[in-house]
């Protein structure tokens, strides 16, 4: 997802630079130490990543010769993508590596950016692959020739597997029967939450094994931009446990909530 470069309501365009510096100079209670940019999301192709920041440098560099100074901090920002979807392949490090050290050369060889702290701040590559999103299966249905797995969770516990969180072609993200890995007969289906809109479906046609009420499925490549980017309590629905396994051991760091609660709290700290 792009994020700079258009009309963007984040930060200030680029053609502004020198009029934020000029101001920015005139209050001696700010000290403009750097720059920080953050020009798009889930990036898997090192030739777009690589060039964003060769001109995050060259942006810093123009900003050092405005204030006069090396600049002391060039953010990079985020945007290291992860494999989600068919057809998507895993970013490639080793050719960042290598032409990376072309423009750490021009980092240490330039007297504007030679001190600056350069910083990289990946959310989505770090902890995306980390986070499994399980939910329960409630009641198989068939509709007109399609069958329907129904699960206690949906997009308001999980907007992104929804692919109502900018996409915009709803795919699929990597879904498996946990219990039930080595079943090789596979059925369509389609997976539904329990939301009174048809935005709440978690995929489309995936083939799964045969499987009933009370069973889970797992949605994979869950822990970026899963719960804490939902819609949580939408319409009063229940919001899910959270859980923490460290080093082997699990712990709870969230407590599942049961319908309504969250408004009935609400309504007992207002009357505190
Ligand atoms: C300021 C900032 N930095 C880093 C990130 C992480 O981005 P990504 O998950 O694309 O690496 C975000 C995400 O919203 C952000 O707003």
């Given at each position: 997802?792009?994020?700079?470069?258009?009309?963007?309501?984040?930060?200030?365009?680029?053609?502004?630079?020198?009029?934020?510096?000029?101001?920015?100079?005139?209050?001696?209670?700010?000290?403009?130490?750097?720059?920080?940019?953050?020009?798009?999301?889930?990036?898997?192709?090192?030739?777009?990543?690589?060039?964003?920041?060769?001109?995050?440098?060259?942006?810093?560099?123009?900003?050092?010769?405005?204030?006069?100074?090396?600049?002391?901090?060039?953010?990079?920002?985020g945007g290291?993508?992860?494999?989600?979807?068919?057809?998507?392949?895993?970013?490639?490090?080793?050719?960042?590596?290598?032409?990376?050290?072309?423009?750490?050369?021009?980092?240490?060889?330039?007297?504007?950016?030679?001190?600056?702290?350069?910083?990289?701040?990946?959310?989505?590559?770090?902890?995306?692959?980390?986070?499994?999103?399980?939910?329960?299966?409630?009641?198989?249905?068939?509709?007109?020739?399609?069958?329907?797995?129904?699960t206690d969770?949906?997009?308001?516990?999980?907007?992104?597997?929804?692919?109502?969180?900018?996409?915009?072609?709803?795919?699929?993200?990597?879904?498996?029967?946990?219990?039930?890995?080595?079943?090789?007969?596979?059925?369509?289906?389609?997976?539904?939450?329990?939301?009174?809109?048809?935005?709440?479906?978690?995929?489309?046609?995936?083939?799964?094994?045969?499987?009933?009420?009370?069973?889970?499925?797992?949605?994979?490549?869950?822990?970026?931009?899963?719960?804490?980017?939902?819609?949580?309590?939408?319409?009063?629905?229940?919001?899910?446990?959270?859980?923490?396994?460290?080093?082997?051991?699990a712990a709870?760091?969230?407590?599942?909530?049961?319908?309504?609660?969250?408004?009935?709290?609400?309504?007992?700290?207002?009357?505190?």
């Amino acid at each position: 997802m792009r994020m700079g470069g258009k009309p963007v309501p984040f930060g200030f365009d680029e053609e502004d630079l020198v009029n934020i510096v000029d101001a920015l100079r005139s209050r001696p209670s700010l000290d403009l130490c750097g720059i920080h940019l953050f020009a798009g999301t889930q990036i898997l192709d090192p030739d777009v990543l690589i060039p964003q920041w060769s001109h995050a440098l060259a942006l810093a560099r123009h900003m050092s010769d405005l204030l006069a100074r090396p600049v002391a901090s060039v953010d990079l920002g985020g945007g290291l993508g992860i494999p989600y979807f068919s057809g998507e392949v895993r970013l490639d490090l080793s050719q960042i590596k290598s032409q990376i050290s072309a423009l750490s050369r021009l980092v240490r060889s330039d007297g504007r950016l030679c001190t600056a702290q350069i910083v990289i701040e990946p959310g989505r590559y770090l902890v995306g692959p980390c986070g499994i999103y399980l939910a329960r299966v409630r009641a198989v249905k068939t509709s007109r020739g399609s069958r329907f797995l129904i699960t206690d969770g949906g997009m308001h516990h999980h907007l992104a597997a929804s692919g109502n969180l900018g996409q915009i072609v709803k795919r699929d993200f990597p879904i498996v029967a946990p219990a039930r890995m080595d079943v090789v007969d596979l059925l369509p289906c389609t997976i539904v939450g329990p939301l009174c809109t048809p935005l709440d479906t978690l995929a489309r046609q995936v083939h799964l094994p045969d499987l009933k009420a009370g069973d889970l499925i797992a949605i994979l490549q869950s822990g970026a931009y899963g719960l804490t980017a939902s819609p949580i309590e939408f319409l009063s629905h229940a919001t899910p446990a959270e859980i923490l396994i460290d080093g082997g051991k699990a712990a709870l760091i969230r407590e599942r909530q049961h319908a309504g609660e969250g408004a009935q709290q609400t309504r007992k700290e207002q009357s505190v």
